[in-house]
């Protein structure tokens, strides 16, 4: 059975689900995580393709929901943010540390046996992710923040399904509706993963990203790079670099994610990708950007999809956990999401993925932007070229999307009426 390639995100779930073990994540040449297929192993059994989150877009799976529907953020119960009581998991976590408090409270209350939760690696100064299978409340929030990076969850899941644990895991939204569906077809799964928390995403950069960033914005060679920090450290954050010379450097993390790290090294999947809020999830978890009031010390957005999802969270505020205040669901729709649910021009694959919103000159441009950007990003050669793109496209750019803005058309007429409401700056 061939594994799409074109479309791939890199989740991982076919490699889970692979009856044979025929699959397993390596790295691409541009620094992606990719399945690679062990053609004496397989049996065309099929499997890995159903599962595939890109594969057949209109097959959610089984979710269990109650409450509203939008076209923009999908199935959800309740809107708030909420934020840990725990200061040091607070200060540590990339906006609130909801994620790890909720986990820690399913550990320490023994809802669950263990959490699946990702942690950065540095190796020769490569970075990426990998889950880990946590048992011990205390050490979840070493696994707290973000990884921009490629992120393997294959053998930790594997490990636990195979231990038949009982998990909750923080998972993307492509991994997430590739869970969901295997569901169908594995429903032994479905009784091992006990909740899952999704995080909004943007696209998921290669490994190839953070090299570029630390090369071209830090002045630092990658391989002298022996610690890396995302996000952390109030809100929004910043990305921490060390280096085996002693050296420490200190970025805010929006400066490093907008370098082009987080614009031009992610694969076409997460372009066409109309899922930005883990629409799958029982509880979805993003940065707070359309309601940042009063969130200095970090606060989580929280949109709560599921029975299950909500009676978790309200039973972790009355544990002592968490704090929560119920917002407006329009605080949930942000400027990606209303990006990512924008039918496609120029990539001509609008017609297979569940878009809601019409084009406009922004939405092309931001088409336009990342087929420039992502040329450059795949020549190391190019690299400083890229980087001067990146720090002056706006000046070509800005002017384009303020007159598509003015005249409120296809997507900016959607944009205008949400974002009335957002508490920004």
Known sequence: MDVPSVSCSGCGICVVVCPRDALKMSFSAQGHLRPALNKNLCVDCGLCVRVC?????????????????????????????????DERVRFKSASGGAATSILKYLLEERIVDAVLAPRIWVKRGIVFGRYEVVYDPKEVVNYAGSIYAPVDITKALK?????????????????????RRSFQYLPHLKDNIKLVLGLYCNNTPSSKATEYAVKTLLKVKPEKVSYLSFRGHGWPGYAIIATDDYRTLKVSSPVFWDSGLGQYFYGKSCLICSD??????????ADPWTYQ????AGKTLVVIRTKLGLEILMRAVESGY??????????AVQYTTLLKKAVKVITKRGSKYPYVIPPSITTVLHEIDYLVGSSLARDERLWPLLRFYAKTRHYVFKPLVTIDYFLKLGFNRIL??????????
């Open 322 to 331: 968490l704090e929560f205040e119920e917002i407006p669901e329009l605080y």
């Open 159 to 179: 490990e636990a399904l195979k231990e038949r644990l009982h998990i909750a895991l923080v998972g993307l939204p492509c991994q997430i509706r590739g869970l």
């Open 293 to 296: 009031r009063g969130i200095s």
């Open 53 to 85: 989150p890109f594969v057949d877009v209109h097959d959610e799976g089984e979710v269990v929901v109650s409450g509203f529907t939008t076209g923009l953020i999908g199935k959800y119960v309740k809107v708030g943010l909420a934020w840990s009581t």
């Open 276 to 285: 930005h809020t883990a629409e799958l999830a029982d509880i979805s978890l």
């Open 416 to 425: 205008a009426k949400v974002s009335k409401a957002w508490i920004v700056g």
